[in-house]
């Protein structure tokens, strides 16, 4: 199957920093991708789909100027939580949509102190 | 838009007996009904989906069946092994777009 992966996979950062993760499909092209947040025993919930060379589409509730996403590239799409709190600690999880299936990262931890 | 109940939230089951969870979904166009296992602290892994054109699937000893009727599908675990506890999750799309999960079923296998 389609490999994706995650850059980093655990972060810890100070409270008012920002906070880049990097989302890469490894051996296709994916003009969409994904990204979830999951808090500690809660379902994964969408955040917004990434579009290559187009905006982001934010779903209700997510701030577009607190997540800022940017899908640069066909293998490449990174989230940046900016001025970051403790309340945006999660599990944040990448997906790539490759022949109608959905492959996800591995997940990066966010811990904000 | 889509909504995707499951059930139940928790399962404890005896190494080699059967575990069914349940999932509805709300919106009639979905055709794509994937579930994962999520281990603590990893990605969800696909362990079986199933397509609209389909009413059953069966892949050793996980099957699932989908009623595109009443729109609702289950997923159906035999013998099972100490090793299948997780956490769960069904999710249901149109395909292309996102997946919307349903809130995750907590099964236990008890040896």
């Known amino acids: 199957g389609a490999v994706v992966s995650q850059h980093p996979s655990w972060v810890i950062c100070k409270s008012g920093t920002s906070v880049k993760i990097e989302c890469r499909s490894l051996d296709f092209q994916a003009t969409t991708m994904f990204w979830y947040r999951q808090f500690p025993k809660q379902s994964l919930m969408l955040m917004a789909t990434?579009?290559?060379?187009?905006?982001?589409?934010?779903e209700q509730g997510v701030e577009k100027d607190k997540f800022l996403i940017n899908h640069a590239s066909l293998t490449l799409s990174t989230l940046t939580v900016t001025s970051a709190h403790p309340e945006d600690s999660s599990f944040y999880i990448c997906?790539?949509?490759?022949?109608?299936?959905?492959?996800f990262g591995p997940g990066t931890r966010l811990t904000v102190l | 838009g889509e909504n995707v109940e499951q059930h139940p939230s928790t399962l404890s089951v005896q190494e080699g007996d059967s575990a069914v969870i349940k999932c509805t979904y709300s919106?009639?166009?979905?055709?794509?009904f994937p579930w994962y296992k999520q281990e603590l602290g990893k990605r969800p892994q696909l362990i079986i989906d199933i397509r609209s054109n389909v009413g059953e699937k069966k892949d050793q000893r996980i099957a699932v069946t989908l009623n595109k009727t009443a729109k609702h599908f289950s997923l159906h675990i035999t013998e099972t092994q100490p090793e299948d506890s997780a956490v769960y999750f069904c999710?249901?799309?149109?395909?292309?777009?996102?997946?919307?999960f349903g809130k995750g079923t907590r099964l236990s296998v008890i040896a």
């Open positions: 997906s790539a949509d490759s022949a109608d299936e959905q492959f």
């Open positions: 999710a249901a799309s149109q395909g292309n777009t996102p997946l919307v």
């Open positions: 919106d009639s166009a979905s055709n794509y």
């Open positions: 990434s579009n290559e060379g187009s905006k982001a589409t934010y």
